[in-house]
């Protein structure tokens, strides 16, 4: 079976990269994600990553607890580099090419982040994860991802969560709540579904980047994705509830 997506971004939490752990990394899983990673290049699809840091720092919680929201949010960026370049060794170690961009210069650890570059990782089948959000405070790596997707012309965002997609309410509350195979970029925004920020899917919405929904744990998701099956809810369609 074919890919339907030749150039993708991923999206990953910090908080994926926990495993059960309360807090830091767990090797394994970060093994299992570099391992579907790897799937993908063998399947000849190019192959972006943007990381969050929550599994290390966020930003918006130091800034509840009193920092500097600045402040706070450019050490969540270098949480994020941690994570890019914990993933970046295990891909290595499975021999897939791997670079990271930073948006902060890094230059001992990292590449600048550059466009051109970047793209040019992709052609040649490099992983490429950008670390370091945005590189600047009060945007999320959400917004990172959606903005990144379209420097790159993406053809799809893959937001890896801990759900099987996107639901009316919380199904770990509500046992009853209805999950949506598909949603317009509009009803996500108007109903404050809290898939990506607001930011973000205004981002997509301008050009036209869907973003597909579903849960990481499940082993061989993210390839099930790029394959076109139906495993999670894609926003950028109409409205169907499953």
Request: net charge negative; charged share 20%; hydrophobic share 45%.
């Amino acid at each position: 079976m074919g890919t339907v997506y030749q150039r993708v971004l991923l999206k990953l939490s910090g908080e994926a990269l926990m495993g059960e752990l309360n807090y830091g990394i767990d090797p394994m899983v970060v093994e299992q994600i570099a391992q579907q990673l790897a799937d993908l290049i063998a399947d000849g699809v190019e192959v972006a990553v943007v990381v969050g840091g929550g599994n290390i720092f966020r930003g918006v919680k130091g800034a509840a607890a009193g920092m500097d929201r600045a402040t706070a949010d450019y050490i969540g960026m270098i949480a994020t580099v941690m994570n890019a370049m914990t993933l970046q060794d295990s891909l290595e170690r499975m021999g897939i090419p791997t670079r990271v961009q930073t948006a902060i210069a890094m230059q001992e650890v990292a590449e600048p982040y550059i466009r051109r570059r970047a793209i040019r990782h992709l052609e040649k089948k490099r992983v490429v994860i950008f670390g370091a959000g945005s590189g600047n405070p009060f945007f999320t790596t959400d917004t990172t991802a959606a903005l990144r997707a379209a420097e790159i012309n993406a053809e799809v965002i893959f937001k890896a969560t801990k759900v099987d997609g996107i639901y009316d309410s919380d199904p770990h509350v509500n046992p009853n709540a209805k999950r949506y195979n598909s949603l317009t970029y509009g009803h996500v925004l108007t109903h404050d579904l809290r898939v990506m920020d607001s930011t973000a899917i205004a981002l997509c919405k301008d050009n036209n980047i869907p973003i597909i929904v579903f849960d990481l744990s499940v082993p061989g998701n993210i390839r099930r994705a790029v394959l076109g099956e139906n495993v999670g809810t894609i926003v950028g369609g109409s409205c169907e509830v499953s």
